[in-house]
């Protein structure tokens, strides 16, 4: 059997944690962000979980994480 090749776009998109979380950036952060406040523009940089549907479909696609 040939080990299975990790998917690299969604390598680039998503990280598992140590405690085999899926951690996820929002979408359309990083674009005009001069007029918000500081405060929303720190939430900005948080990462989120990825949603329970699609955890077990990005664990396949990236294997050795």
Known sequence: MPKIK???ATSKRFTITKTKKV???KAG???FN?????V???R???D???????????KQ???YN
């Open 6 to 8: 990790t998917h690299k």
């Open 23 to 25: 951690k996820r950036r």
């Open 29 to 31: 952060q990083g674009h």
């Open 34 to 38: 001069a007029r918000e406040s500081g």
């Open 40 to 42: 929303i523009t720190r």
């Open 44 to 46: 900005k940089r948080r």
């Open 48 to 58: 989120v979980n990825a949603d329970k549907g699609s955890v077990k479909t990005i």
């Open 61 to 63: 696609l990236m294997p």
